[in-house]
């Protein structure tokens, strides 16, 4: 168990509507990371958070959006589903911004858009 | 455009076999080389690799770095159907610190 949590394992909706993801860091962790896995794509980048900051974007649809709050939980908002938004959303977090420090990842939440 | 390719895309192999696995980069600014297993559900981390010709074991994994060669190898000794998983490589980049960049993954399957 990594001891980061997310929720739910599974979602399934359909398309043109909103969906909320969420993850809990492991305890002590302040950068708190999303990334989306597809069949075709492999594991993307979403958008890093560090300490309730915005610290990096990567391939992040317009229709996408992510916080983290004072507890350091993180959301990832999903509005207006599309069929190839179906994929594992994953969090991870680390300890720090930096890179001696590896990502541990949760469980994911597989979302499938019908 | 930067670059993580790993091969092979998929091996299947019996008990007892040793396999191993590459990656090979093309970034800029590079900074460290990390190993996830992933089963069914969460990538675990195995290794991170940061300087060149240094071996990092963990009972039948071993792992080193090649930084002139930009690339990476994974071992796996006496491999167990328990090693059967997906294993990704991924980079760390300076200029974006903890973000990963992926590559596609060698899929193990490991027959009894």
């Known amino acids: 168990d990594s001891g980061v949590t997310q929720t739910p394992k599974h979602l399934i909706t359909a398309t043109g509507q909103r969906v909320t993801l969420r993850c809990s860091p492991r305890?002590?962790?302040?950068?708190v990371y999303w990334y989306q896995q597809s069949l075709d794509q492999g594991l993307q980048f979403l958008i890093q958070y560090y300490n309730g900051e915005e610290r990096a974007k990567g391939n992040i649809l317009e229709r996408f959006s992510a916080q983290q709050f004072p507890d350091l939980h993180s959301e990832l908002n999903l509005s207006s589903l599309e069929l190839g938004d179906s994929a594992l959303y994953f969090c991870a977090s680390s300890v720090a911004d930096s890179p001696n420090s590896p990502l541990h990842f949760g469980n994911g939440t597989r979302l499938t858009v019908t | 455009e930067d670059k993580v390719v790993q091969s092979p895309l998929s091996l299947v192999v019996h008990e007892g076999d040793t396999v191993t696995l590459n990656c090979s980069y093309e970034?800029?600014?590079?900074?460290?080389l990390l190993w996830y297993k992933q089963e069914k559900k969460a990538p675990t981390f195995l290794f991170m690799l940061?300087?060149?010709?240094i071996e990092k074991k963990s009972g039948r994994l071993s792992s080193i770095l090649d930084k002139k060669e930009l690339f990476s190898i994974l071992n796996i000794t006496a491999t167990q159907t328990g090693d059967s998983a997906v294993y990704l490589c991924a980079v760390i980049r300076g200029s974006t610190l903890g973000r990963l960049y992926f590559g596609r993954g060698t899929q193990l399957t490991v027959w009894p």
């Open positions: 970034v800029t600014n590079f900074r460290s």
């Open positions: 940061t300087s060149s010709g």
């Open positions: 305890s002590g962790d302040l950068s």
